[in-house]
């Protein structure tokens, strides 16, 4: 089993979220889907599809305005949530301190948490992809229960980039290597950066690829469903 998560980031509304699940809800793959939404659409009929947050509050309540705690999305009935994905880091500096503290905070309210790593351009271009990743994979993951690692190297996000399966395949394996050392082998490793219809089956089969995490793509059926359907 895959895991195809969709990010929809700051973008949709009510019926284009029905719609999109009403579409997913139609689909046969034995493969897990989970669509990762703006707080304010994770309410109501989710048609048997798993739905997850973008962001979590590492505080469970008080005087942090704008902030959305755990048990907020708990009650909504979503099931995961999305932390320290590259926008976070860029946009809201985001540190592995704070993103370790958002993990530990999902996982408390039974919430699994997607924990994006990656390198930016930069580290890229001066062969610092293995240690940055490394470093980020051991700081940020919680100490108990489940999650999933997400491998979205930053300069690949929206960009139409994408690493060689060379690449993938050996971050993925340096991810996979790291998580065995404690014991959270069979932790699920995700790939994301400009994913679309062409590349997912390729990447998805690739070695330590538990699936994948879709942003724009995931915006529409017409993007996101060939994906789905092209993963085994």
């Known amino acids: ?47 048997g599809i798993c739905l997850g947050a973008q962001d979590i509050s590492e505080h469970s309540n008080g005087a942090y305005t704008g902030d959305i705690s755990g048990e907020m999305i708990k009650k909504t009935g979503a099931k995961y949530v999305i932390v320290g994905h590259s926008e976070r880091r860029l946009y809201h500096h985001e540190t592995n301190e704070i993103i370790h503290s958002k993990a530990v905070a999902a996982v408390k309210n039974g919430l699994i948490p997607i924990i994006c790593v990656g390198e930016t351009n930069e580290e890229k271009n001066a062969g610092k992809t293995t240690s940055v990743v490394k470093k980020m994979v051991s700081e940020c993951i919680p100490k108990m229960g489940k999650y999933i690692i997400a491998y979205e190297p930053r300069w690949a996000i929206g960009s139409g980039l994408i690493p060689s399966e060379k690449d993938i395949t050996k971050i993925h394996k340096v991810i996979f290597d790291t998580l065995n050392k404690i014991g959270q082998e069979k932790t699920p490793i995700v790939y994301g950066g400009s994913v679309n219809a062409q590349n997912a089956h390729n990447i998805s089969n690739l070695p330590h690829v538990d699936g994948l995490l879709i942003g724009g793509a995931s915006l529409k059926s017409k993007t996101f469903l060939p994906i789905i359907d092209s993963i085994d």
């Open 1 to 47: 089993m895959k895991f195809i998560i969709g990010n929809w980031k700051m973008n949709g509304n009510n019926k284009e979220k029905d719609t999109m699940l009403k579409a997913l809800h139609k689909i046969k793959t034995k493969n897990k889907i989970i669509l990762c939404l703006p707080f304010t659409l994770l309410n109501g009929e989710n048609f």
